[in-house]
């Protein structure tokens, strides 16, 4: 029995054999009628035809379940018959017909498939030494039809067919009959010696050629450079292999060219069809040339370990024999994939293949021996060598069956798994996770055991999917990581021992350690699950995905993780993480994860807890930097940090308890951020201003001051309240500046934040406030100041309050603004106010010494407007003459000047309504004469004693067309609404 001699992949496996008792096999051939029967017939050098036959419909490929006792899986011996008296060289089975071509002693015989007729001999055909039949690809396009006489016709077998040895190029058919229908599948080309004749067979299509099934008729004859040793035909192409080289020849156009020469003379061409591609080998010495039927070299070589004695195909596999042995090597690659010793020390031997492509049986024979191999199916090449644990090859083969499209998308997910789930248990995490990448099949679920022990929420949802029993059950990392530490310990001793064990050597060498093991196992599951986020999957996964990530970064501290992940939206269950992450101090994540949830109450308390305890460890904030315009760095300290995330929270909510719940720590930390908390316009409902004032604690005014500005100065709230409230606040924070005298300068110098709402001078503010509304309580303000030298604010109450008198002493004489106190004066518009003025000048209050400038400038301003003699009277005997006398004489002069320019004024008036008068009049005594002969000047009809109308143009016309004509448009057309008559005498002149 043959039997493996060293294998990586089993491909083909031992299925039967047969011992013949007669001489010498030359020849094999095999054809499949059903899809679980095969007829093997064999050609010996006595010329006796055998037929075999092998049934293999109930086989276990398995070689461990393999029995070649089993009677229904044995060769069955049918019948022989003798053939001729030579060696049988070739066998070609034609099934459209039913008919067996067989070569002998120069002849072509045909025989029935099941050897019970007689042979018969085609003798009109001589020294024919090779035969290949026509292969049709699936390339139709590229088939053409043959007639009789040759050339291709498109429409094909409608020629008449002439008798074989008619004429020129004519044809003859074996029996005499002609005009036969020649089945297109059942074409061959002959070899005699340098020509090759081409020849069809006459098919069933007809009842009435019954009788002549299978005669011959000939096509075409095509001669070649040298004798032809072997060949094949695929479409229209012959590739021919002879002493000298390689031919292809055309089976339309009789031409041959030259594809390469042989180095070696005496070199034995080989030709060999790949019908699973439709491609051919084409033999030199020990390397396969893989070419198409244009006979372009496609893909690579092969490369065989010796020059094959015949060649055979498995799939994507080319079977090379040689030297009693039989090697298998893909297509594709090139490798040597399996090698099986056949029989040790025999001479030469025979190999065939299913001539229908299937690739399910290889038969190989010596000189007695017909061994028969069976290809095993892939699912169990897959699973030997998975058990091996050769993944790479597994893959490869897996990857090369996809392509070739005998396993579905379905399965080489399935076979992705597998392969992760066994490079998990063999600690190999980073390969692992690439294969359950390249699986779509995968459930995220399926890796959920390895995170968290069973029993747990998600424990229902994982498939109990062994695959194959080929890894042990699902265990935590921490479990498959030490039973794989523990069998890796168990292989170093095994191995000392002299035994060969599955463990990869990297690891014997070099034993990993179990916290970078860990380590890894973690990443690489993170890396899966963050891949699965993005896939389809039902609520149920998501949140075990993103609840067993979150688990995942905690065991590796991943902070950033953590919390980028806890703060987008994602699917965590917070009950299985709330416990874990506070006990290990995670409670930033926690925070984060809380809102993301809406649990803004509990979210909020987490970050109170770390604004109050915040030290080191986790509770800690990365150190945030940010550059202020080349300023420096701005560190937040991490209390701030925790008050501004409440902040942010804050911001949103609409619910005024637990917002004034959460206002007085945020206060603590930075008044800022309080403020910003309450004047927020992110939230949907705004808080009641009463409850938020009486909530703010009356220790940080400022709080309270910024907030009745955003109320007054945002919100337009008009409540006397609000503003007064508002007014005090900044009248005491005046008092304060004012009392200092260190406004901004104390400001920045006490504590970082405290004072960072106030950017403009306090006193700027309340002056521009006190003058802006009119909705506070000035005497309230007043009473707070009255004490104080804020003698502007005092001035604009006193102004609110009407007392005019106190505005102006304050402006004149406090303030010794000269410029205000003049236009309050003009705001008043009486002249009265520049004499009280013009008094509080020359008489101050307080001790002070008169102010004769002023008084001066005032009279220089304003003079024209007082009563000279009042102003005499109200100077001051200890004024300097000097300084008024100027004045005084100027504003006489002026005021004399004001009497006579009055005076023109009326005078030129009353010409002026002289001269409008003397118009109306002219303009009434016009002088238009009228008769009883005057006519209308519309219709012209006479006037008589009629009543008529006047137009400004001296047009006249009938009552009855002014009617009709309007007193605005005349009988001219013209509008003198829109276009008005100006005589010179209406316009005065002077």
């Known amino acids: 029995m043959a039997k493996p001699l060293l294998k990586s992949r089993t491909i083909l496996d031992h299925f039967t054999q047969f011992n013949t008792s007669a001489s010498s096999i030359r020849s094999l051939c095999l054809f499949s009628p059903t899809q679980f029967e095969t007829l093997i017939y064999v050609g010996t050098v006595s010329g006796n035809l055998l037929l075999l036959s092998v049934n293999h419909h109930e086989v276990n490929c398995n070689s461990s379940n393999n029995s070649s006792s089993n009677d229904n899986n044995e060769v069955k011996f049918v019948r022989h018959m003798l053939i001729s008296d030579r060696a049988v060289e070739s066998i070609h089975v034609f099934g459209e017909i039913e008919k067996l071509l067989v070569v002998s002693d120069g002849f072509i015989h045909f025989v029935d498939l099941e050897l019970l007729r007689p042979v018969k001999k085609i003798s009109a055909l001589k020294g024919v030494g090779v035969v290949a039949r026509r292969l049709r690809s699936n390339r139709s396009d590229s088939y053409s039809k043959l007639t009789v006489g040759g050339g291709g016709d498109s429409v094909g077998g409608s020629s008449f067919l002439q008798r074989l040895g008619g004429g020129a190029g004519g044809g003859r058919v074996n029996g005499g009959v002609s005009d036969l229908p020649i089945d297109d599948n059942c074409v061959f080309a002959a070899a005699v010696g340098k020509k090759m004749v081409l020849v069809g067979l006459v098919g069933r299509s007809s009842e009435n050629y019954d009788s002549v099934a299978g005669s011959l008729v000939t096509l075409k004859e095509i001669s070649c450079d040298d004798l032809v040793k072997d060949m094949v035909w695929i479409d229209d192409s012959i590739i021919v292999g002879s002493s000298s080289g390689y031919y292809l020849c055309s089976c339309v156009t009789g031409q041959c060219g030259l594809i390469f020469s042989l180095p070696d003379i005496s070199s034995t061409p080989r030709l060999k069809v790949l019908r699973k591609e439709y491609n051919v080998v084409m033999m030199v010495d020990n390397v396969g040339i893989i070419v198409n039927s244009n006979g372009q070299p496609v893909g690579g070589s092969l490369v065989f370990h010796g020059s094959p004695n015949g060649l055979g195909e498995m799939g994507s596999s080319v079977v090379a024999l040689h030297s009693g042995k039989m090697e298998l090597y893909l297509k594709k690659s090139g490798k040597c994939v399996q090698k099986i010793v056949v029989a040790d020390g025999v001479g030469q031997c025979v190999i065939a293949d299913d001539q229908d492509g299937t690739g399910k049986l290889v038969v190989v024979a010596t000189s007695s021996k017909v061994f028969c191999y069976l290809r095993v199916p892939s699912e169990e090449q897959i699973k030997d060598l998975l058990k091996k644990k050769d993944f790479k090859e597994a893959i490869t083969l897996v990857e090369e069956l996809y392509d070739d499209g005998e396993i579905t998308n379905e ?368 005497e309230d303000i007043l009473d707070l100041i009255e004490e104080s030298e804020l003698w502007l ?197 002077e």
């Open 793 to 989: 604010e005092k001035a604009i109450l006193y102004r609110k309050l009407g007392q005019e008198t106190l505005v102006l002493q304050i402006l004149a004489v406090k303030l010794e603004d000269s410029d205000a106190a003049e236009h309050y004066c003009a705001e008043i518009g009486r002249p009265d106010a520049y004499m009280q003025l013009l008094d509080i000048y020359l008489n101050p209050t307080d001790g002070k010494k008169p102010m004769f400038k002023a008084a001066v400038r005032l009279l220089h301003n304003h003079g024209e407007l007082l009563d000279p003699m009042q102003v005499l009277e109200r100077l001051s005997p200890s004024m300097p003459l000097q300084l008024a006398s100027d004045t005084i004489l100027r504003m006489l002069r002026a005021r004399h000047h004001h009497h006579y320019q009055g005076q023109v004024v009326h005078n030129l008036s009353r010409a002026v309504n002289l001269d409008a008068k003397l118009a109306r009049l002219e303009e009434r005594s016009r002088l238009v004469q009228i008769n009883d002969e005057s006519l209308c000047d519309s219709c012209h009809a006479r006037l008589g004693t009629k009543l008529f109308a006047m137009y400004p143009d001296d047009t006249i016309v009938c009552y009855k067309c002014f009617r009709r004509q309007g007193e605005s448009t005349s009988v001219t057309g013209r509008d003198f609404n829109n276009d008005p008559i100006f005589k010179p005498g209406w316009l005065v002149t």
């Open 411 to 778: 399965t080489l997910s399935l076979i992705h798994a597998q392969v992760g789930f066994q490079l998990m248990f063999d600690l190999h995490f980073d390969e692992a996770v690439d294969h359950f990448l390249l699986s779509e099949m995968m459930e995220p679920s399926e890796i959920f055991p390895f995170i968290m022990p069973d029993p747990n929420r998600w424990s229902l949802l994982v498939p109990r999917n062994r695959y194959w029993g080929l890894h042990p059950p699902p265990a935590t990392l921490e479990t498959v990581i030490d039973n794989g530490l523990m069998a890796i310990q168990r292989a170093i001793f095994l191995k000392k021992a002299g035994l060969e064990t599955a463990v990869d050597d990297e690891f014997l060498l070099n034993p990993p350690n179990r916290d970078d093991l860990l380590n890894s196992a973690i990443k690489n599951l993170i890396r899966y699950l963050k891949a699965s986020r993005e896939k389809d999957l039902t609520s149920s996964v998501r949140e075990g995905v993103d609840t067993l990530l979150m688990y995942l970064y905690r065991a590796l501290n991943s902070v950033n993780e953590m919390e980028k992940l806890a703060s987008s939206e994602n699917w965590c269950i917070v009950e299985e993480l709330e416990s874990i992450l506070h006990d290990s101090g995670h409670l930033r994540t926690l925070a984060f994860l809380c809102e993301s949830k809406g649990m803004s109450a509990k979210a909020l308390a987490i970050w109170r807890i770390l604004a109050r305890n915040y030290s080191s460890g986790y509770w800690k904030d990365p150190t945030l930097t940010n550059e202020n315009q080349g300023l420096g760095v701005n560190i937040m300290s991490g209390k701030e940090t925790a008050a501004t995330e409440a902040v942010r929270i804050l911001e949103k909510l609409s619910d005024q308890d637990l917002i004034l719940q959460h206002l007085g720590w945020i206060a603590d930390i930075n008044q800022v951020l309080t403020v910003q908390v309450l004047t927020s316009e992110k939230r949907s409902h705004q808080l009641s201003p009463d409850e938020v004032i009486a909530a703010i604690d009356p220790k940080k005014p400022e709080i309270l001051q910024r907030y009745l500005q955003w109320l007054i100065e945002d919100q337009g709230s008009e409540g006397p309240q609000f503003h007064t409230s508002y007014a005090l606040l900044l009248t005491r924070s005046a008092l304060e500046t004012y009392q200092t005298k260190s406004q901004l300068e104390k400001m920045s110098g006490s504590e970082p934040g405290s004072h960072l709402i106030f950017q403009n001078p306090i006193r700027e503010r309340l002056q521009v406030f006190l003058q802006s509304s009119d909705l506070y309580d000035p």
